[in-house]
């Protein structure tokens, strides 16, 4: 009997340690394992004189392995994953349809704020939110409660009671008033967490069509580098057949072809990943090619030196906050004071006598004026004042803070977009230069009077101010859309209604 207790102690300890590794609570799994309590009871006892774990060759040891494997299978995440499937699956499954014409800017955000998911949590956030202001106001209206009971009385004996409780608040001074207040404060505050949401995708969803249409160009860049570079090849290689020219001009020009090609298909590979990230952000695949990017849209951006904040996601937040700790203030103080009710109670004996009037299943009734009043609670009431005023204290602040850092955010954003598009048009005068130039050193290497690697350098310092032209411009519309998000105004940037979110339904 003392070898059974020792092998079973050894039993649930092997399955303890193996629950602390797997970050499992040993009583769950504990339970799981009890599936074969008898196979357990059954197995041949140890012909060994040491019982537990010093026997490293124990049946019990060999028994508790096969155990722990079992368990680990039944914790895999694949059965986890059977468990908690649910049958709606594939709300948002990145395969939804995207119109294949070419892509704007504006019907990427919009179609992607009307898609994610998490627009759409922040939206039944917000529905649930307005259901507790609901809950809240129903403290103004009366509070019904019916029973029923079994009990014994000294002297009337036992009996089965039927009871009906009505209670009206008549005043509170404030309190019902300010749990409702500070529920609506509430439903602001998911609100405003909905726009900060909003501002986040759009943000997300404009980097990723700037970040594909990047790539798009500079592909097309690297495609007719690609060709240039290789009628300079088929070029050089015709004078050196005609012994014109050194048989080592193609062996150069082959060289810088291939390097062409490789970063031809890196920048492909560039491509590719950033219209997955936008497949993700869609919603779906889409065939097309990114639409131009609106310059006029563009330039309609006020890029202001001491940016608006009132706009900002994150201040709505924060107001929003600091509105529901001054109205946690307010209940607090109200705590202190005394509640009026207006109270009915009806109690009727089913079987036995009542009670009160000494009659058999008799029927007492009460209505009474009650004032209940906290007078002392150990200090607990005037504790809770203090600390929900530095609570304001401390929301108030985290506005400031707010403030600070999206107008801090919004000034980056506003140098960065600046100093890209006071760079661009030094670009574009460099890139006409090198053109000029390149076209004066393919002449002139047709005549012999210009080496190969002069035509050569020319042609790929002519794609790579190209490149760097398009990098530029693109950085300008990254900081542009960021100066954007930071400032909040996005609604108005992107051609979204006022109500675009607001009319979004919570999935039911």
Known sequence: MAQESSAEKWRKAALALFCMAAGAAPLAVMAAAAEKPAKMAEAPRATSTSDGPGNPTSKYSETAALELRTL???MSPQGLSRELSTPDQSAYAIAAPVPS???TLNAAVSIAVGRHPAIADAVSQTAQASGLVDVARAAYYPQITAGLGNGKYTSTGSGNTASLRISQMLYDFGKTAGVVDQAEAQVKRQQASTFLEVQSIEQQTAEAVINAHRYQVLL????QQVEAVKKVYEMSRLRANAGVSTRSDPIQAETRLLNAETNHIQIKAQ???ARQRLRTLLGGPFDGDIAALPEGQAGRV?????PDTSLMPAVLVAQAEALV????????EANRLPTVSLDYALNKNLTGVNASTYTRHGTDQSLMVNLSWPVY????LNAQVRAAGFGLEAARSRVDVARLNGSDLARGYREQALGAKGRMPTMDSRKKSISEARDIYREQYKLGTRSILDLLNAEQEYYQAASEEEAVRHDYWLALVGYVAATGTGGEFYGLSADAVARMEPRS
Do not use: F, K, V, W
Not at 377 to 380: E, M, S, T, V
């Open 101 to 103: 014409e070419p892509l």
């Open 377 to 380: 609670r150990g200090g607990a």
């Open 220 to 223: 097309g860049i690297a495609t």
């Open 302 to 306: 006020q890029l202001a030196e001491m």
């Open 72 to 74: 680990e299978r039944a």
């Open 271 to 273: 491509y590719d990943q």
């Open 325 to 332: 700790a001054q109205h946690e203030l307010s209940i607090a």
